[in-house]
């Protein structure tokens, strides 16, 4: 069964350095989104992305993040500064249709220290 | 605005016992309700799915859940739960928009002793 790949799995980070969260999506896939669950709390929506486009994105999702599908395949998210609290679990996930469910990404913790 | 309400934030069962998982959203337009699942350690997996038509819907591993549109209510059922099916369960809900973006519930922490 076709997977989403994410890389890291955990990646510690010291407050207002940058990092980059890869996600490899199911390839004929057109739908991407983040998604982030900070521990203890509930999965928020990041971000959609469809069309080489962010087609949606939450308050979250402010200026110190961006995404990126810079060769067809990787769909990348990036923290530019990070702070504490971004430390949580980041989910990738892909889509071939609207009315189609998601695969997810197994995730990447971030931890932030 | 749209949101998902999971009433049970952990639940304890023992082998054998049946299983409901209440999920209610707030949304008065067409919604697509889903059950995921995050065993230990792994990615969310889809359980079950509702879209349209028979309001009762069932998933892999037994799981089954039932739509009430009077009473914006997805609940999740079993009737033996296993070992094996202690994990998280997460209710959530794809409603207004065309961009796909699911809204999560609190997620319900399930315990099976054995």
């Known amino acids: 069964e076709p997977e989403v790949t994410q890389t890291p799995s955990h990646q510690v980070t010291q407050m207002g350095q940058e990092v980059i969260l890869r996600c490899v999506p199911i390839?004929?896939?057109?739908?991407f989104y983040w998604y982030r669950q900070i521990l203890g709390q509930k999965v928020e929506f990041l971000v959609s992305?469809?069309?080489?486009?962010?087609?949606?994105k939450s308050e979250i999702f402010d200026d110190q993040f961006s995404v990126e599908r810079p060769d067809g395949s990787n769909f990348t998210l990036k923290i530019r500064s990070t702070k504490l609290e971004d430390s949580a679990m980041y989910f990738c996930?892909?889509?071939?249709?609207?009315?189609?469910?998601?695969?997810f990404g197994s995730g990447t913790r971030l931890t932030v220290v | 605005a749209q949101s998902v309400s999971q009433h049970n934030h952990h639940v304890i069962l023992s082998e054998a016992a049946s299983l409901e998982l209440g999920c209610n959203y707030s949304?008065?337009?067409?919604?697509?309700l889903f059950w995921y699942v995050q065993y230990p350690g792994q990615h969310l997996q889809l359980l079950l799915k509702y879209f349209s038509g028979d309001p009762l819907v069932k998933g892999i591993k037994g799981f089954e859940a039932e739509f009430i549109k009077s009473k914006f209510s997805f609940n999740l059922r079993k009737p033996s739960v296993q070992w094996s099916d202690t994990a998280e369960y997460f209710c959530a809900v794809r409603g207004s928009g065309n961009t796909g973006k699911l809204i999560f519930g609190q997620g319900t922490t399930l315990q099976v002793k054995p």
């Open positions: 949304y008065g337009g067409t919604v697509n």
């Open positions: 390839s004929n896939h057109l739908y």
């Open positions: 996930a892909s889509s071939g249709g609207l009315t189609i469910p998601y695969t």
């Open positions: 992305f469809y069309n080489n486009e962010i087609s949606e």
